[in-house]
């Protein structure tokens, strides 16, 4: 537990030291701007607006934020003393998975207060922002573990993250909903929509039931891969 608690903190200090903090408030002020300049009728929708820009938003904070943390503590050498650490595999991640996704979706949520008011059931809106974080952070730390170097891994992190974005196709009415049931995203997707009344009881449970099952399987992918990079990183003495 004190093992888990000291890296909680450091994760905090070193993304105060990245300048993440800054580049959030930086984000929420340009982002809520540029949204105030859009009219307010095209606005209104908020159910259409708001799970789409949480989709895309979140993916910057927590999906490419942890995989580019991996990469800078690897070459660092911190993952070869991680390794030999009571710190877990699996604490590693959740670590970055609790300060990425709060420090997102409190990013995302001022943007959402900016520009949308504070109507609609914040239970249900932070719970699929939640969700989002989990799997973005979860599949960001999996892929991260695969590449070398930041430049490797933009490439396929760009297609990996459009394919992600694939259920906001139906969501925007460009397309129907049913292939995308099973896409890792839909139900915090469901989850967000519910949260501004576009949804039912049994819409509520597709996104609960769904979030955390795609959450679970994004967390145990991303903390297989990040253990079997700090073991790798151990038996060559780092990379």
């Known amino acids: 537990m004190i093992a888990f ?41 908020a159910a259409a607006w708001v799970p ?10 927590t999906f490419f934020f942890v995989a580019g943390l991996m990469l800078l503590e690897r ?56 969700a989002l974080g989990v799997i973005y952070t979860g599949f960001g730390s999996g892929l991260g573990a695969r590449y070398a170097s930041v430049n490797e891994m933009l490439l396929p992190a760009s297609v990996f993250v459009t ?22 995203i839909e139900p915090a997707l469901a989850l967000i929509r519910a949260g501004y009344g576009d949804g039912n009881a049994r819409e509520i449970a597709f996104g609960a039931f769904g979030s955390v099952f795609w959450s679970a399987v994004a967390f145990a992918w991303g903390g297989s891969r990040v253990g079997l990079l700090m073991r790798d990183t151990r038996a060559g003495g780092g990379r």
């Open 5 to 45: 608690v000291t890296a909680l903190r450091w994760d905090i200090v070193l993304q105060a030291r990245n300048g993440f903090y800054w580049a959030s408030a930086f984000v929420v002020v340009l982002v809520g701007g540029l949204l105030l300049g859009v009219p307010e009728s095209v606005r209104a929708d």
């Open 52 to 61: 789409a820009l949480l989709a895309v938003n979140l993916q910057i904070t």
């Open 75 to 130: 070459d660092e050498g911190t993952l070869t003393a991680l390794a030999v650490s009571p710190l877990s595999p699996a604490a590693y991640l959740a670590t970055r998975t609790i300060t990425l996704t709060t420090l997102a979706a409190a990013e995302t949520v001022a943007v959402v207060l900016i520009a949308f008011g504070t109507g609609g059931s914040w239970l249900l809106i932070l719970s699929g922002t939640a």
């Open 163 to 184: 394919v992600l974005l694939l259920p906001l196709l139906p969501h925007l009415g460009l397309g129907p909903r049913a292939p995308f049931l099973v896409h890792p």
